[in-house]
């Protein structure tokens, strides 16, 4: 597995680096992960405030989805990833 050059968070930000990197190395190969509702919500749980806030959303997975990658948007630091430039212009 090649690890791209760039971390990317969200899908429409990292598919250009995707096809760029296949261009360049037509062998490559990339893993693909992403983490649903399903998952995301136990985690907010655990995670306390302010990101627990996000669990009264329940039942409105896009919802809590949505308000997650903005608040990441809306919070980069050292401490969080800033790959994602989203919603951040």
Known sequence: MIRLSENQLFHSHCWKHIEREAEKN???TFEVRCINVDQLLP????????????TALRGDGE???AGVERWLCNNKSDMLVSWNIAMTA
């Open 26 to 28: 037509p062998n490559a």
């Open 43 to 54: 985690l907010l749980e655990t995670f306390g405030p302010p990101l627990s806030a996000f």
């Open 63 to 65: 919802g809590i989805v």
